[in-house]
């Protein structure tokens, strides 16, 4: 490797919020080399300096706020940041992508990434101008929303350009699921990043920067990325309609998780759907940076008791989660929630996934009426919703209960909640049922090393969910199974989802969203155009085959991670309700039958030891992780 390091801004800026002590760092080449960037260095920085078995939200811990090679450059999609931690939800590694404009800003702040260690003694907030690094008093902004907080800050920086990555008053109250949100409405939302924050009293980072970033080769560099803008641009349905089309999609699949996954049919889908939202309340789509699809959708509801500003969302997730998940189809009650759970800064996926468990809880008898205290606790109200939202995020009453997760609430509350609560490893599981939808996800839910988690690493549910629309991902010519054999065949899912686990770490360590990377070669970025992209932009040759093979490693040290904090297979589980058959729909009956032959699958074709699910000695070294299995020796 030269000296140089192209496509990358070479400083890792280390706060030390304790101290008050600022230290600019290298990047650290032997890094780049086996782990790339963004959250493989991240897993790399969390594995060597977190000490094992800490309180997450305990000073001991650190958040990482890491880029890519990619974030920042011409190439589509490469908006994206990732905030890496333990999680306070699940004790295990945490990660949570966003896009906007923040992470490009790091890089032309010139830092690859940002660790915040310690905890401040008082609120502060950070503000970075090109290099030049400041902690800020945020005593003044204390309580305030998302949108306020940003605000006040653009103001006092007096740096319009500036992005700002900022907790609400659910991040202050340490909400196990509170998100990091930036640019207003763009959000780092699973895992509980912005619990992590503010139990560092970190209000917020504020970041501007016009540094270059340096091509190796710009005119092989232009070549690759628009042969991927190309390809990116045939996403149509994407582009037009946004994420939220999944409603009706797999509604008519019978895979719409609906009632806290009673059933995957919603008989009143229509009313959430995108066309209803680009016909009423769509404002103009939006885009993360250097994105061509633009899948986020800017829309406002103008009158009457559910007018709300205008605001990004609601995407697919959102809008099943706060929608037909509480069995609620009120679209402009949705969008007001949507708004509610950015302004506070909550993950909207473990928002929905809490109020409807405590719906369900209260229909079954487990919560006593004095810890309601007058809240309706019914099915499609959406005053109840609201009302939560807002209990939640303040941790009030029964809100500071639904604070703590579903996992922990459930233990809380006794009876039969814990084997009702759905969740896998303590994260909340989101709006895609592997019962009706494809079996691949129930063993991605399983195995995820975040926990019930769609879409890292990769969303593999585009693979065969549908036999007229079949997905290789390119991952054909590393071996994935083709053709796949049916979405409700259960056996060779652990074999596949392989190929999926391995892939997805690319977009999360070069510095992408994953959207660029789901579909089949022509219209997706694929591990050959990732790997020519690369190669062109850093001046580090690496064909398609050394890239996977170090997806795998990434993906193998965050395992390693979760197995040093003391998770193995008996952590590989799914909630019950997975085993129960969708009650009506299309796909009526279906429920998910064997995850132990999954398991085995999986793990044999990890290489991993199948007792256990912990990565064998002999793969640990095969991937050059020797010292870190060693360390897993020793436990
Ligand atoms: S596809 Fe959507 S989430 Fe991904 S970069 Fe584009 S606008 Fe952002």
């Known amino acids: ?15 030390d919020l304790s101290k008050k002590k600022i230290l600019k760092e290298s990047l650290r080449k032997d890094f780049i080399k086996k782990y790339i960037g963004c959250t493989g260095y991240a897993a790399a920085i969390l594995w060597y300096e977190l000490k094992p078995k ?33 999680s306070p939800l699940t004790n295990a590694f945490g990660e949570s992508r966003s896009g906007g404009i923040f992470g490009p800003k790091m890089k032309y702040a010139g830092f690859d990434h940002i660790i915040i260690e310690g905890k401040s003694d008082k609120p502060v907030y950070i503000w970075i101008n090109n290099g030049e690094v400041e902690i800020k008093d945020a005593q003044h902004l204390y309580g305030k929303t998302v949108h306020e907080t940003t605000e006040i800050i653009l103001e006092e920086i007096k740096e319009p350009e500036a992005s700002i990555a900022c907790i609400g008053p659910a991040g202050e109250k ?32 504020a970041i501007n920067g016009e540094k270059d970033i340096e091509i190796a080769n710009p005119e092989k560099f232009y070549e690759f990325v628009t042969e991927a803008e190309k390809a990116l641009l045939k996403k149509t349905a994407l582009r037009r309609f946004g994420t939220i089309n999944a409603i009706t999609v797999l509604n008519a699949m019978g895979a719409l998780p609906t009632k806290y996954g009673y059933t995957g049919f919603f008989e009143r889908a229509e009313d959430v759907s995108s066309e209803r939202l680009l016909s009423k309340y769509l404002i ?3 885009a993360c940076f250097a994105c061509p699809i633009g899948c986020g959708r800017y829309s406002e509801v103008k009158h009457g008791i559910w007018a709300t500003p205008p605001h990004e969302g609601p995407e697919f997730e959102t809008a099943d989660m706060l929608g037909p998940w509480i069995y609620l189809s009120n679209l402009e009650a949705i969008i007001k929630a949507n708004y509610l759970c950015n302004n506070y800064g909550l993950d909207t996926i473990s928002a ?10 209260y229909e079954k008898g487990w919560i006593k009426e004095d810890l309601v205290k007058g809240i309706k606790l019914e099915w499609n109200n959406p005053e109840t919703m609201i009302e939560l939202i807002k209990l939640i995020a303040k941790r009030e009453r029964i809100g500071d209960l639904l604070a703590e997760g579903v996992m922990r609430a459930a233990e809380k509350i006794g009876y039969g909640a814990p084997e009702l ?3 896998t490893k303590g994260l909340e599981m989101p709006a895609h049922d592997p019962r009706g939808e494809t079996k691949i996800m129930a063993i991605k839910y399983a195995v995820e090393y975040r926990g019930g988690c769609h879409v890292h690493s990769g969303f593999p549910g585009l693979y065969d969910r549908s036999p007229e629309s079949l997905n290789d991902y390119g991952l054909k010519q590393f071996g994935l199974p083709w053709p796949p054999k049916g979405k409700f065949i259960e056996e060779g899912k652990g074999i596949a989802y392989r190929f999926f686990a391995i892939f997805g770490q690319i977009p999360e360590i070069m510095g992408m969203c994953q959207f660029a990377s789901m579909g089949s070669e022509g219209n997706m970025i694929t591990a050959k155009d990732y790997a020519n992209i690369y190669s062109s932009l850093t001046g580090i040759e690496m064909n398609e085959y050394d890239l996977m093979k170090i997806g795998e490693r990434v993906y193998n040290l965050k395992r390693c991670f979760n197995v040093r904090e003391g998770f193995n297979r008996k952590d590989d589980k799914l909630p019950k309700r997975m085993y129960e058959p969708i009650a009506t729909g299309p796909v009526k009956g279906e429920y998910v039958k064997n995850l132990d032959l999954m398991l085995n699958e999986f793990y044999e074709a990890m290489g991993w030891d199948i007792e256990t699910g912990i990565p064998t000695f002999k793969k640990l070294k095969e991937l050059g992780l020797e010292d870190v299995a060693e360390e897993l020796k020793k436990i």
């Open 352 to 361: 929905g996934n809490v109020i409807a468990f405590a719906i369900e809880c």
């Open 284 to 286: 103009k789509r939006r």
């Open 54 to 86: 800490i309180d997450p939200l305990s000073p001991e811990n650190k958040i990482i706020f890491s880029t890519g090679p990619l974030t920042g450059t011409l190439c589509p999609c490469s908006g994206s940041y990732e905030i890496c931690f333990k």
């Open 421 to 423: 609560a759905l969740h």
């Open 1 to 15: 490797m030269s000296e140089k390091i192209f496509g990358y801004a070479g400083q890792i800026l280390r706060i």
């Open 174 to 205: 340490l909400v196990r699921f509170a998100a990091v949100m930036n640019d207003r409405d763009r959000a780092a939302g699973r895992c509980g990043g912005g619990a992590i924050m503010g139990s560092k009293n970190l209000k917020a980072i």
